[in-house]
């Protein structure tokens, strides 16, 4: 939601940046908007106008990025979970029926706490859950192996430590955002422009003049929208849950 009100707020500062520009430029007289006066100021246009190109590309780029690596690796923990849980067909019946338990536990635990978003707080206490849920997987098999260290112990247990290595890094990677100066840095810019383009349209027609504003105000928001989301795929409507899919299938294997 509150893309949606920063979106919507660009669209408006853009749209009164546009006319107050326009005024601007009715507003000077003959002599004072001479060509000569216009002197350099194509030159900071383009100056300004190439920013703002270069900030979309940089960010919708980054955001990109982070959202295929983020689709990556729910598929790389998909993988590490099921694996491990396979892995159980190497033990005793005794632990094995215990871990499989904990597993599915555990699988639930980790949809969950992806499924929740954006509620914060029931988020924290599914991801609590799923760490000692892993806690207790790894000290169960760590006792089945200890009696008689073997051959299937050596497969288990690098598994059950690449399924919880990759928990952590799904942690730091949804962690990891853009800074926000530059969000702020694109808004401002985009608002500056629309300044300067503004200033640009004081001889445009008024039905011209209008249909240019709101189409350039409209892409620069929708362009931020998609940015901010794809920065934040959990709360929007650019959403990651498509891909959960994945650790679903592995949970519903588990028999």
């Given amino acids: 939601m ?14 009164v940046l546009l006319e107050l520009g326009r005024r601007v430029r009715a507003s000077r007289s003959a002599e004072q908007d001479s060509e000569d006066a216009q002197l350099g100021l194509g030159a900071i246009d383009a100056a300004v106008f190439g920013l703002l190109g270069l900030l979309v590309a940089f960010t919708f780029a980054s955001a990109e990025s982070r959202f ?20 159980l067909d190497l033990l005793a019946a005794e632990p094995r029926d215990q871990l499989r338990e904990l ?9 969950e706490g992806y499924k929740r978003m954006p509620d914060l707080d029931a988020v924290q206490a599914a991801l609590a859950r799923s760490t000692r849920l892993q806690e207790q997987i790894w000290t169960q098999s760590v006792a089945a192996c200890r009696p008689e ?20 890094t799904r942690l730091f990677a949804s962690r990891t955002h853009q800074p926000l100066v530059v969000f702020a840095m694109l808004a401002g810019v985009a608002m500056v422009s629309a300044l300067l383009a503004g200033y640009g349209m004081a001889g445009v027609r008024r039905r011209g003049r209008w249909l240019h504003m709101l189409a350039y105000a409209a892409v ?36």
């Fill in 220 to 255: 620069m928001a929708v362009t931020f929208y998609a940015i901010l989301y794809l920065e934040f795929p959990r709360v929007g409507l650019i959403r990651l849950d498509a891909s959960d899919w994945v650790l679903v299938d592995v949970r519903q294997s588990m028999k």
């Fill in 2 to 15: 509150l893309g949606v009100v920063l979106a919507v707020c660009l669209f408006a500062a853009m749209l």
């Fill in 103 to 111: 597993f599915k536990r555990y699988a639930d635990a980790r949809i």
């Fill in 149 to 168: 260290p073997s051959s299937a112990c050596l497969l288990l247990l690098p598994a059950l430590n690449e399924m919880i290595d990759i928990t952590n």
């Fill in 68 to 87: 295929n690596t983020r689709r990556q690796q729910i598929v790389q923990e998909a993988n590490a979970i099921g694996t491990a849980y396979l892995r």
